[in-house]
């Protein structure tokens, strides 16, 4: 079983940063995939980032490419987003995800553990 807690959500001015971690307990994650979703209020959870664990390979959402960064830390089995030039639009509930099986993917489904989740809100 595997346990993640996500931390760091807040409210923050458009433009400023915040940092998303997610602490992973319960397994080894050698040849895991590590992945950031979002919520917006009445919408579909969306895809973020996603870092595999082996060789940091990670792949973004055009919405949130060169302004976020997915990172992880092997020694503390966590991993980070890093959130810059913030947007009304970047409000939403963000939840971490780990696969299971390595090999980067976007969808949803292919994640089998997932965070409780974390409120960002940006205020305009």
């Known amino acids: 079983q595997v346990q993640l807690v996500e931390s760091g959500g807040g409210l923050v001015q458009a433009g400023g940063s915040l940092t998303l971690s997610c602490v992973a307990s319960g397994r080894t994650f050698s040849s895991y995939t590590m992945g950031w979703f979002r919520q917006a209020p009445g919408k579909e959870q969306d895809f973020v980032a996603t870092i595999t664990w082996s060789d940091r390979s990670t792949y973004y959402a055009d919405s949130v490419k060169a302004r976020f960064t997915i990172s992880r830390d092997s020694a503390k089995n966590t991993w980070y987003l890093q959130m810059n030039s913030l947007k009304p639009e970047d409000t939403a509930v963000y939840y971490c995800?780990?696969?299971?099986?390595?090999?980067?993917?976007?969808?949803?489904?292919?994640?089998?553990?997932w965070g409780q989740g974390t409120q960002v809100t940006v205020s305009s």
């Open positions: 995800a780990t696969k299971l099986r390595p090999g980067i993917s976007v969808r949803k489904g292919d994640y089998d553990y």
